[in-house]
């Protein structure tokens, strides 16, 4: 399966029209906001305000009366179109200076939104023309993802830094549900059949299901090789049949999550962020994917330039840069850039041990590639033609330098990392003559100088 339109960029949200599924929409990381009406077959972008038009969009929402009524998240703004994208107004009295990362329209009274920003809940009930914040009871940021009980609107879920929160007061009110979540939950989900079951992903843990109302979780990972997964979606007419699309594929389950198959023929991208099922149709699935995910990338060369000492990438889930590289006299390498991958890997006593921007904005790193240690030099004396080097962290195929000149060197059999034999080397020492040692690593860490005078 080709990609029916490369956007450039990763798509963040996609929304079907029920009564009209060949009518879909989709946000984009910075590239707009984009209408198909053909199933998919092309894509259009919408007339956003130019202020807008370069904008990271997140939530994505469609009014299920007046599927014409579509609304978007941004930073600070909801943009609203009641045309079907031909043009739009942002909606901002209420809304704090924050990214909108996902909203939820009340099926029951469609006046009614909810949006999770990076750091609360937010409320409309008069279709975003004013909003309230909703933080009785919320814990921790990054509020990415709403599910609304359709059988019982007064019931809502959030996900947020802290793991799920329910309310059953359409809000007001928030309580936490259940205990030990992976630390990075992206989507949420309820089977419209019993709503007592849900759904979470995550990019560190997998899938976690609920069959209480969200009182307790349980992983269900089984047959799911990849646990980055940023997006689950139900059947809405097979409510057993689910979608998981991961870092590296889409998996699906047809049991209610009880086990997972890859589903990846034909695909050429394995990078997906989204995943919709057209619900007159529920055979017809769509995938949001992110085809140009960059990893910062380091390597070290020996001197000559003609021998590979080390190199690795550095990144997580999203996209990643280094921007400049500084080695200090140890020989370690520093490497600073940015990330935008909630799962980057930190020390734990990292100023910021978690990407808390994750996908919503960039957070600056700073890397040290090292931890071997230079050899030392302790000692040294002459045995016969052979000059004898004793020190520490001699790693296999060290050098002596002898005023800078390398020499031939073995590393000894009975301590190879602290005891060096320089063949013949002390032949050229004459008695009294003073010269500069040094040891070289294969990875071209060098040791200090040590002054040797032969007696």
């Known amino acids: 399966m080709e990609p029916s339109h490369q956007f450039g960029v990763a798509i963040t949200n996609l929304a079907i029209n029920r009564p009209s599924p060949q009518t879909l929409y989709a946000t984009t990381f910075g590239d707009g906001f984009y209408k198909s009406t053909d199933?998919?077959?092309?894509?259009?972008?919408?007339?956003l305000p130019?202020?807008?038009?370069?904008?990271?969009?997140?939530?994505?929402?469609?009014?299920?009366?007046?599927?014409?009524?579509?609304?978007?998240?941004?930073?600070?703004?909801?943009?609203k179109t009641t045309d079907g994208g031909e043009t739009f107004r942002a909606l901002s009295e209420g809304l704090p200076d924050l990214y909108i990362l996902t909203l939820a329209i009340d099926p029951s009274t469609p006046l009614t939104l909810y949006a999770?920003?990076?750091?609360?809940?937010?409320?409309?009930?008069?279709?975003?023309?004013?909003?309230?914040t909703l933080s009785n009871g919320l814990t921790g940021n990054n509020f990415n993802a709403l599910a609304i009980d359709p059988a019982s609107p007064d019931t809502v879920y959030v996900v947020g830094s802290d793991g799920v929160f329910k309310s059953t007061d359409r809000g007001n009110?928030?309580?936490?549900?259940?205990?030990?979540?992976?630390?990075?939950?992206?989507?949420?989900?309820?089977?419209?059949?019993?709503?007592?079951?849900?759904?979470?992903?995550?990019?560190?843990?997998?899938?976690?299901?609920?069959?209480?109302?969200g009182t307790t979780w349980a992983s269900i990972n089984n047959g799911l090789t990849v646990l980055i997964v940023r997006a689950i979606?139900?059947?809405?007419?097979?409510?057993?049949?689910?979608?998981?699309?991961t870092r590296f594929g889409v998996f699906k389950s047809t049991n209610g999550g009880s086990s997972w198959t890859p589903v990846n023929s034909g695909l050429s991208i394995g990078s997906f962020f989204v995943v919709a099922v057209d619900p007159s149709s529920p055979?017809?699935?769509?995938?949001?994917?992110?085809?140009?995910?960059?990893?910062?990338?380091?390597?070290?060369?020996?001197?000559?330039?003609?021998?590979?000492?080390?190199?690795?990438?550095l990144g997580g889930d999203g996209n990643d840069r280094g921007v400049s590289v500084a080695v200090d006299k140890s020989g370690d390498a520093y490497?600073?850039?940015?990330?935008?991958?909630?799962?980057?890997?930190?020390?734990?006593?990292?100023?910021?041990?978690?990407?808390?921007?994750?996908?919503?904005?960039?957070?600056?790193?700073?890397?040290?590639?090292?931890?071997?240690r230079s050899p030392k030099i302790t000692a040294a004396s002459i045995n016969g033609k052979n000059l004898l080097v004793t020190g520490e962290?001699?790693?296999?195929?060290?050098?002596?330098?002898?005023?800078?000149q390398p020499q031939k060197t073995r590393n000894a059999d009975e301590s190879p990392h602290s005891l060096l034999i320089g063949k013949k080397a002390g032949k050229g020492i004459a008695s009294g003559q003073t010269v500069r040692l040094q040891v070289r690593n294969a990875d071209a860490r060098s040791s200090n100088e040590f002054i040797f005078t032969r007696p």
Do not use: C, M
Request: charged share 10%; no cysteine; net charge negative.
């Open 50 to 79: 130019v202020i807008f038009s370069r904008s990271i969009l997140f939530g994505l929402a469609i009014d299920p009366l007046a599927p014409s009524t579509v609304y978007a998240g941004t930073f600070a703004d909801v943009l």
């Open 116 to 132: 999770g920003t990076t750091d609360n809940v937010v409320k409309s009930t008069n279709a975003g023309a004013a909003w309230t």
């Open 393 to 404: 962290d001699f790693e296999a195929g060290a050098v002596i330098l002898i005023d800078g």
């Open 335 to 372: 490497i600073v850039g940015f990330t935008g991958s909630f799962n980057f890997t930190t020390t734990p006593d990292a100023f910021q041990p978690a990407a808390a921007a994750g996908f919503l904005r960039d957070a600056g790193f700073i890397t040290k590639i090292g931890g071997l």
């Open 233 to 245: 979606v139900i059947d809405p007419v097979n409510p057993s049949t689910l979608y998981a699309a």
């Open 39 to 47: 199933g998919g077959t092309t894509w259009l972008a919408t007339n």
């Open 173 to 213: 009110n928030w309580a936490r549900t259940g205990t030990n979540f992976p630390s990075l939950l992206t989507s949420l989900v309820i089977d419209p059949d019993t709503p007592s079951t849900l759904y979470a992903s995550s990019l560190d843990g997998g899938v976690l299901k609920s069959v209480d109302g």
């Open 283 to 313: 055979s017809t699935v769509y995938l949001g994917a992110n085809s140009t995910n960059d990893d910062a990338f380091l390597v070290k060369l020996s001197p000559n330039g003609a021998d590979l000492i080390y190199s690795g990438y």
